[in-house]
T-cell receptor
Framework: NAGVTQTPKFRVLKTGQSMTLLCAQD?????MYWYRQDPGMGLRLIHY???????AKGEVPDGYNVSRLKKQNFLLGLESAAPSQTSVYFC???????????FGDGTRLSIL | AQTVTQSQPEMSVQEAETVTLSCTYD???????LFWYKQPPSRQMILVIR??????QNATENRFSVNFQKAAKSFSLKISDSQLGDAAMYFC????????????FGGGTRLMVKP
């Protein structure tokens, strides 16, 4: 039982490059989330999805795009990476009845 | 907007002793959930305990318990019989039934456990 899997676990980009982070969950959860965690801080919500084909903005959405084409996958894209986007990115999913969110292990992204 | 505040950036406890981590939050909602997450150096986010606001009884999970004061908007975590493995960052988080049940996190408290 894999739970929530994030790919890749670590990546270094140059300013201006683009990339996509993949989140996959095998629990048939409707809700999925992308958070970022900066050093010494709590997680902040970037975007989220309440079901296949839906997305919505969170607290810090600028510079990111997301897609939820399949229920089990939630993609986070950076079109033109900036040093300010250096962070650890966490994906999470949640099932029905307000169960706690399940988190992936995070992706450390460094932008030079 | 909801906010979550953890006023203790760092706490230290002797092994086998008890420690309490503080959390306050601000919301206009009456129905919501509160959580404590543990983040060890491996950076995994591990759920420690959850409290539903409509339940007056404080949640407990083995050595972990909370003191939930709804009127004061306070949600503290008590760790009894502290163990070396309890050393980690602890995050308080809030969620309600609106807007996708997103979590709002506090800034975290680093807990050190002394042998």
């Amino acid at each position: 039982n894999a739970g929530v899997t994030q790919t890749p676990k670590f990546r270094v980009l140059k300013t201006g490059q683009s990339m996509t982070l993949l989140c996959a969950q095998d629990m048939n959860h409707e809700y999925m989330y992308w958070y970022r965690q900066d050093p010494g801080m709590g997680l902040r919500l970037i975007h989220y999805s309440v079901g296949e084909g839906t997305t919505a903005k969170g607290e810090v959405p600028d510079g990111y795009n997301v897609s939820r084409l399949k229920k089990q996958n939630f993609l986070l894209g950076l079109e033109s990476a900036a040093p300010s986007q250096t962070s650890v990115y966490f994906c999470a999913s949640m099932g029905p009845n307000y169960q706690p969110q399940h988190f992936g292990d995070g992706t450390r992204l460094s932008i030079l | 907007a909801q906010t979550v505040t953890q006023s203790q950036p760092e706490m230290s406890v002797q092994e086998a002793e008890t420690v309490t981590l503080s959390c306050t939050y601000d919301t206009s909602e009456s129905d919501y959930y509160l959580f404590w997450y543990k983040q060890p150096p491996s950076r995994q986010m591990i759920l420690v305990i959850r409290q539903e606001a409509y339940k007056q009884q404080n949640a407990t999970e083995n050595r972990f318990s909370v003191n939930f004061q709804k009127a004061a908007k306070s949600f503290s975590l008590k760790i009894s019989d502290s163990q070396l493995g309890d050393a980690a960052m602890y995050f308080c988080a809030y969620s309600n039934n609106n807007a996708g049940n997103m979590l709002t996190f506090g800034g975290g408290t680093r807990l050190m456990v002394k042998p």
